[in-house]
């Protein structure tokens, strides 16, 4: 799929890939970006979180070249895939089927699968543990089954959240922001906000790792997401009272 100002339009992996090679670059100590170049579809990059007991990529893109494949195989392969929300589903049986992992996707955005596979695993809930202490967080937002991924090693030693855009980092990294639906510019009511904010309680984390490069909080993250919902919050209150 690429992004158009007349909407969405389609391709195919082989037309992808003639025109289009992949961009891999360390966002941090254990964790590779990978993107595509030129720009394709939102421009979105995955994140492969390397980890003791295994691999975690986080997120997905379309393209899978040859240097992605090698560069992944020398940093040990990936043991699973997990997906923040459908619009990044993109070729992740194919990556799956390549690499011999396993997909878990939040069951509430079940509908959007539109390719079965027998490595695909719904799980239900508010959270799913995976190994090393990677654990999956579903707070909707963005989608209903809308999820983060918390990394307690982080890429630093401390910990980080990788966000996608289900908290999107604004130019201002000291902030992030919610939406509904980014294309339309929808925002997300109160309600949504607070199940955020309740979801990620428990959890803490220094940096955000968000989905395009250089999206990142790189320091007092947690923070950062509290005086952003506040600010949010307080605008969208302002807006419905016609201030």
């Given at each position: 799929?690429g992004?158009r100002w007349n909407?969405?339009?389609w391709?195919t992996?082989?037309?992808?890939?003639?025109h289009?090679?992949?961009?891999?670059?360390?966002?941090?100590?254990?964790?590779?970006?990978i993107?595509?170049?030129?720009?394709?579809a939102?421009?979105?990059?995955?994140?492969l979180?390397?980890?003791?007991?295994?691999?975690?990529?986080?997120?997905?893109?379309?393209s899978?070249?040859?240097k992605?494949i090698?560069?992944?195989?020398?940093?040990g392969?990936?043991?699973?895939?997990a997906?923040s929300h459908?619009?990044?589903?993109?070729?992740?049986?194919e990556w799956?089927?390549?690499?011999d992992?396993e997909?878990?996707l939040?069951?509430?955005?079940?509908?959007?699968?539109?390719?079965?596979?027998?490595?695909?695993?719904f799980?239900?809930?508010?959270?799913?543990?995976?190994?090393?202490?990677l654990?999956?967080?579903?707070?909707g937002?963005?989608?209903?089954g809308?999820t983060?991924?918390?990394?307690?090693?982080?890429?630093?030693g401390k910990a980080?959240l990788?966000?996608?855009?289900i908290?999107?980092?604004?130019?201002?990294?000291?902030?992030?922001?919610?939406m509904r639906s980014?294309p339309?510019?929808i925002p997300?009511?109160p309600?949504a906000?607070d199940?955020?904010?309740?979801?990620?309680?428990?959890?803490?984390?220094?940096?955000?790792?968000?989905g395009?490069?250089?999206?990142n909080?790189?320091?007092?993250?947690?923070?950062a997401?509290a005086r952003?919902?506040?600010?949010?919050l307080?605008?969208i209150?302002?807006s419905?009272r016609?201030?």
């Amino acid at each position: 799929m690429g992004g158009r100002w007349n909407g969405q339009q389609w391709t195919t992996l082989k037309e992808l890939a003639l025109h289009h090679r992949n961009r891999l670059e360390e966002e941090a100590a254990q964790l590779l970006g990978i993107g595509t170049e030129p720009e394709f579809a939102i421009a979105q990059r995955a994140l492969l979180v390397q980890s003791p007991a295994g691999n975690l990529l986080w997120d997905c893109i379309s393209s899978l070249d040859d240097k992605t494949i090698a560069q992944i195989k020398l940093r040990g392969g990936i043991r699973a895939i997990a997906i923040s929300h459908p619009h990044f589903y993109s070729s992740m049986v194919e990556w799956a089927e390549h690499f011999d992992a396993e997909i878990y996707l939040h069951a509430a955005d079940r509908q959007w699968v539109m390719r079965e596979s027998s490595r695909i695993h719904f799980w239900k809930g508010a959270t799913l543990p995976l190994w090393d202490g990677l654990t999956l967080i579903n707070c909707g937002g963005h989608f209903e089954g809308g999820t983060l991924l918390h990394w307690p090693a982080g890429g630093n030693g401390k910990a980080a959240l990788l966000t996608s855009d289900i908290l999107t980092v604004v130019q201002d990294r000291r902030y992030v922001s919610f939406m509904r639906s980014y294309p339309n510019l929808i925002p997300l009511g109160p309600a949504a906000i607070d199940c955020i904010l309740k979801a990620l309680e428990p959890f803490s984390f220094d940096r955000i790792y968000g989905g395009w490069w250089k999206a990142n909080v790189p320091a007092d993250a947690k923070a950062a997401v509290a005086r952003s919902a506040e600010r949010y919050l307080r605008a969208i209150n302002r807006s419905a009272r016609g201030d």
